[in-house]
């Protein structure tokens, strides 16, 4: 089991830049894929970019593809999500997930078990 804490949200100006962090506990975390989803107030939650246990392989949704960077640093326990060009759609709390699958890179939520509990991302216009 693992357990995921992200940090670093707070209010930005459109086209300004973030880096979210999700710490997680445990011993086997380079046995994990990870991925961050979000959801803004009255929407479901989407996928926003997922990474392999390795960090080899990568996978983001169409609207952050281009602004966003997803990384994992194992010998740390963290994965981050830098996020550049911010949009006011980008306004969401943002959540880290994991699954003990290393290959996954899916942008289906459901197929991960383990859940941070968010952190708010706030884009000004």
């Known amino acids: 089991q693992v357990q995921l804490l992200e940090s670093g949200g707070g209010l930005v100006q459109a086209g300004g830049s973030l880096r979210l962090s999700c710490a997680a506990s445990?011993?086997?975390?380079?046995?994990?894929?990870m991925g961050w989803f979000r959801q803004a107030p009255g929407k479901e939650r989407e996928f926003v970019a997922a990474i392999s246990s390795s960090g080899g392989s990568t996978n983001y949704a169409n609207s952050v593809k281009g602004r966003c960077t997803i990384s994992r640093d194992n010998g740390k326990n963290m994965m981050y999500l830098q996020m550049n060009s911010l949009k006011p759609e980008d306004t969401a709390v943002y959540f880290c997930?994991?699954?003990?699958?290393?290959?996954?890179?899916?942008?289906?939520?459901?197929?991960?078990?383990?859940w941070g509990q968010g952190t708010q991302v706030t884009v000004s216009s």
């Open positions: 997930a994991a699954e003990s699958m290393s290959r996954l890179i899916s942008p289906i939520s459901s197929d991960y078990r383990y």
């Open positions: 445990g011993h086997t975390f380079n046995s994990y894929a």
